[in-house]
């Protein structure tokens, strides 16, 4: 089982910057999951945000490509989000995943509770 805990969220003003955390203990299925960040707004659908793979290969929704940059720190177990020029639109709750298989950042059956983000105009 993996456990996952998001911090770092808050509030800030259009254009500013947020780092969210997620620790990760427990001992995963496998070795080296593709891990991700995923974002809700009340009333919308769940959204992938960006994922990194096993070999460090990112990807990105198109709406935050280029303002975004996840990253995986394997020493300390900790995926980070660096989010830069936020937009209002930005506002949700954040959710840290982990694949329990491997499924090429298909699956994610780990889920964090989720951090709220909220940038105002």
């Known amino acids: 089982q993996v456990q996952l805990v998001e911090s770092g969220g808050g509030s800030v003003q259009a254009g500013g910057s947020l780092t969210l955390s997620c620790a990760a203990t427990?001992?995963?299925?496998?070795?080296?999951?593709?891990m991700a960040w995923f974002r809700q707004a009340p009333g919308k659908e769940r959204e992938r945000v960006a994922t990194i793979d096993a070999a460090g290969v990112t990807n990105y929704a198109l709406s935050v490509e280029g303002r975004f940059t996840i990253s995986k720190d394997g020493a300390t177990n900790t995926l980070s989000l660096q989010m830069n020029s936020l937009k209002p639109e930005d506002t949700a709750m954040y959710y840290c995943?982990?694949?329990?298989?491997?499924?090429?950042?298909?699956?994610?059956?780990?889920w964090g509770q989720g951090t709220q983000v909220t940038v105002s105009s």
């Open positions: 995943a982990a694949e329990a298989f491997p499924t090429r950042c298909q699956a994610f059956n780990y």
């Open positions: 427990g001992r995963p299925y496998h070795d080296n999951p593709c």
